[in-house]
């Protein structure tokens, strides 16, 4: 199994540029989550799914849209990025009733 | 709103001795918490759960305890090693159970063990 996997791994988008953060896992867990890590601030949820054609906000989500279409794949996407992105951002994934699984993020920059 | 505090953001101790971080947490009630670990450059790794009607937990040399009148979870490594220094994280959850995707996590705590 591969786990939770991300790409791309680094990532530098001009501001205003669009583009899509990949999430994919293989343990066909329901539950799916995007995170973004900035330093002093933590880990804070961006949006989530519980499944396919399922999705919902969490603490920080604008500027930034997802949707579910497979339980697979649970993808992030900028529309207009801005500098206020850059961050690491972290994928996750779990089964109700137990803890999640991280992937190895992806680091965006954007100038 | 709801808030999650972790004692410090650096806690500094000898190899052999115990590290006790700290989790605390404000208007709400969560059925269970998760403690995670973090090293440089990776994603969070999950350690230990333990949920609202248990009041001590251990894997190994760790151990995590719950107060859900004091609304803190302490989370204990007994005989550090330099190889336990890391950031750990707790994040108190809403629904029984375990996650349903929106865990909340507190800031961290990085945990430097000096030989």
């Known amino acids: 199994n591969a786990g939770v996997t991300q790409t791309p791994k680094f990532q530098v988008l001009k501001t205003g540029q669009s583009m899509t953060l990949q999430c994919a896992q293989d343990?066909?867990?329901?539950?799916m989550s995007w995170y973004r890590q900035d330093p002093g601030m933590g880990l804070r949820l961006i949006h989530y799914s519980v499944g396919a054609g399922i999705t919902d906000q969490g603490e920080v989500p604008n500027g930034y849209n997802v949707s579910r279409s497979t339980t697979e794949d649970f993808p992030l996407r900028l529309l207009s990025a801005a500098p206020s992105q850059t961050s690491v951002y972290f994928c996750?994934?779990?089964?109700?009733?137990?803890?999640?699984?991280f992937g190895q993020g992806t680091r965006l920059t954007v100038v | 709103s709801q808030k999650i505090e972790q004692n410090s953001e650096a806690l500094n101790i000898q190899e052999g001795k115990t590290a006790t971080l700290t989790c605390n947490y404000t208007?709400?009630?969560?059925?269970?918490l998760q403690w995670y670990r973090q090293d440089p450059g990776r994603g969070p790794v999950f350690l230990l759960l333990i949920r609202e009607n248990e009041k001590e937990k251990r894997k190994e040399r760790l151990k995590v305890t719950f107060d859900t009148t004091l609304k803190q979870s302490l989370f204990h490594i007994t005989a550090s090693q330099p190889a336990d220094s890391a950031t750990y994280l707790c994040a108190p959850g809403k629904n029984y159970g375990g996650s349903q995707g929106n865990l909340i996590f507190g800031k961290g705590t990085k945990l430097s063990v000096k030989p």
């Open positions: 343990m066909n867990h329901e539950y």
């Open positions: 208007n709400y009630s969560p059925a269970y």
């Open positions: 996750a994934s779990g089964r109700p009733g137990t803890n999640a699984f």
